[in-house]
């Protein structure tokens, strides 16, 4: 006889895993380019401001 | 195990060394390290909690204590996982508000600077003894099931485990934690999905088990043994403190990127959990009738990996396992240095410290915290009764913490510093009391041994109870600008409103409300089924059950409406 309670379970389980693998695949993307962008971004105010602005980031 | 298998093993280690060790790059100051600079999505959130959660003291545990009790210790798990949808939705988000980085430091916005160093330095200590314990279970399953032995086994699996976890904790802080963190969780459920259909099948699943164990062992709820009614509502009260005041578990969830991440993050924790503990316990029963009359009931997963499990496979389920240990290890690794260099470091010793200063701390105090990790697993073996230790421990400092923290921390506005000092350490100290009248008649007050660890925590947490209140009002009143900011925080803030991403505690909206109503039904569903399941009634399991789903239920609809 076919056991419901056991693979339904381990199918709502395999549903989570489906799910963990996919989602944060997308939000580390989404992390990713906004850490890209604040990086290009501070690298290029440092090349405006000059060096002290540079300094003034590392304190 | 094959050589096939230990490949796979050493290419999963090199590959979550390389990963955790990447985030090296992203860690500009000491927030970026102790928690992601708030940056942590809602799913990665999840994944991470989940997987500091789990390690190898629930798989080999809980598959060991129902091969011995039955089904009744899964209710730890569940229990747990419904204290941090409680805690999701009422302590984490006013915690988050204030921008604190551990619990010591919220003590210091609520009561003064010395209940956070006192604290602080006590959960350094406790983190310590938790990693040694969680290594040498590491170690043990490891030279279990590879069939090593002595002590060149042993310290060579006690380098496998902490070196690589504490190099990369070390370069890529809270970063590298929470992604490897990531791979690790799916890593854990696949090796979850591989183990049960090989085991089930073989004791003819469901109705095999049914068949063929004891009467009364696939029971959820029972009136009587350790694992009864009892034990449900004890396990739950601790994990609800749990889920309020753990360091490992909070610092995750203060990398959150705002209110609504944490609520949601540890909501969905909970809900994905509650399956994932019901297949941690199955495997202990099937092991029940497939290798009856084991000596140590903490073998039976252990027997049925190398029974069952072909090849290759088995390296994959092992590096599944692995996965879960490696990930708290970071986690808690991660955890003791912020609690350090935060509460100790950064109050006490040097205030004036650089951000550079304190995040070369920060990893300096990973290898410190790695090597009293690697003392502390040592020690086990010669001690005997580490686990009974650490059980010890958290019974004594733990309900403490949550009730003048949390308790009079969040909900009476007269508690002080004065009381929370003298009612933490008035805990603390019937905690030691009490424990030591379990080993010896103290003044003719004796603990009997198998009660000791519940007797401890309801002693300690009430003589917290009792001195709080009473220093509190024989003392000054406390500051009313820190008790202000606090209480400011169960309130959005203005960012919050303009960023339209508030949440409220109590919800306005009519879906919020009837949200927040059917996760209080399904509390009082499961609580009718405990007082059921105290009266020895057969329907006692399936109600507290549907009572849990429907909590699970009500919460993850609370934490997408208001």
Not at chain 2, 29 to 38: A, E, I, Y
Not at chain 2, 314 to 337: D, E, H, Y
Not at chain 2, 502 to 525: E, R, V
């Amino acid at each position: 006889m076919f056991d419901w309670i056991t693979w339904g379970i381990w199918a709502i389980a395999f549903f989570i895993l489906v799910v963990f693998i996919v989602q944060p695949i997308r939000e580390f993307r989404r992390l990713y380019q906004e850490h890209k962008q604040a990086n290009s971004k501070d690298a290029s105010t440092a090349e405006n401001m000059g060096d002290d602005a540079g300094e003034a980031k590392e304190q | 195990m094959t050589l096939a298998d230990y490949v796979i093993v050493f290419v999963f280690l090199g590959m979550i060394f390389l990963l955790g060790s990447w985030f090296y790059k992203w860690i500009g100051n000491p927030d970026d390290f102790m928690v992601t600079g708030r940056s942590i999505t809602p799913f990665i959130l999840a994944a991470t909690l989940a997987a500091t959660n789990i390690n190898l003291y629930n798989f080999v545990g809980y598959a060991g204590t129902s091969y011995a009790h039955g089904i009744g210790i899964v209710w730890q798990e569940w229990t747990g996982m419904m204290s941090l949808v409680f805690s999701g939705l009422f302590v984490l988000p006013i915690l988050r508000r204030l921008r604190i980085r551990t619990v010591p430091e919220y003590l210091e916005h609520r009561y003064s600077r010395g209940v956070r160093a006192l604290i602080g330095i006590m959960w350094v200590f406790r983190l310590g003894a938790w990693l040694g314990v969680v290594l040498y279970l590491a170690v043990k399953v490891a030279m279990n099931v590879t069939g090593t032995e002595g002590a060149t086994a042993f310290a060579s699996w006690i380098a496998v485990f902490s070196i690589i976890a504490i190099i990369y904790t070390a370069m890529g802080g809270m970063w590298a934690v929470a992604l490897t963190n990531v791979l690790q969780f799916v890593l854990m459920l696949a090796a979850l999905l591989i183990i049960v259909p090989v085991v089930m099948s073989k004791v003819g699943w469901t109705a095999g088990l049914l068949a063929h164990l004891q009467p009364g062992s696939m029971d959820f709820v029972v009136q009587t043994g350790p694992y009864n009614w009892l034990f449900i509502v004890a396990i739950f009260l601790l994990g609800i403190q749990w889920a309020s005041t753990d360091q490992g578990l909070l610092q995750t969830a203060f990398s959150a990127k705002n209110i609504r991440t944490v609520s949601r993050g540890l909501i969905l924790a909970g809900v994905i959990m509650a399956p994932i503990a019901y297949l941690t316990v199955i495997p202990g029963l099937a092991a029940r009738i497939l290798h009856p009359g084991l000596a140590n009931p903490d073998d039976a997963m252990g027997t049925l990996l190398v029974n069952h499990i072909p090849p290759i496979v088995l390296g994959l389920v092992l590096v599944g396992l692995l996965s879960s240990q490696v990930s708290t290890i970071s986690a808690n690794l991660n955890a003791t240095s912020t609690l350090f260099v935060n509460d100790v470091f950064r109050t006490i010793l040097k205030r004036d410290a650089s951000d550079k200063a304190v995040v070369f701390t920060l990893r300096l105090l990973i290898g410190i915290a790695g090597i009293i990790m690697i003392i502390f697993a040592y020690m086990v073996p010669k001690i005997g009764t580490a686990v009974e230790a650490y059980l010890t421990v958290i019974s004594i400092l733990d309900m403490p913490l949550f009730i003048v923290a949390i308790f009079y921390g969040l909900l009476w506005k007269r508690a002080n510093w004065q009381g929370a000092f003298l009612g933490y350490l008035a805990g603390a100290g019937f905690g030691i009391y009490t424990q030591v009248a379990s080993k010896v008649p103290l003044f003719g007050w004796h603990v009997a041994g198998d009660s000791a660890f519940a007797v401890t925590a309801l002693v300690s947490s009430s003589a917290a109870l009792i001195v709080t209140p009473l220093v509190s009002m024989l003392t000054a009143k406390p500051n009313p600008e820190k008790v202000a900011r606090v209480w400011a925080a169960r309130k959005n803030t203005a960012e919050e409103v303009d960023k339209a991403s508030t949440y409220h505690l109590i919800p306005i909206s009519l879906p919020g409300k009837t949200a927040l109503g059917i996760w209080f039904a399904g509390l009082l569903i499961f609580a009718v089924g405990l007082y059921l399941g105290s009266q020895g009634s057969d329907a006692a399991s399936a109600t507290a059950i549907t009572g849990m789903i429907i909590y699970f239920g009500g919460g993850l609809m609370r934490a997408y409406t208001d």
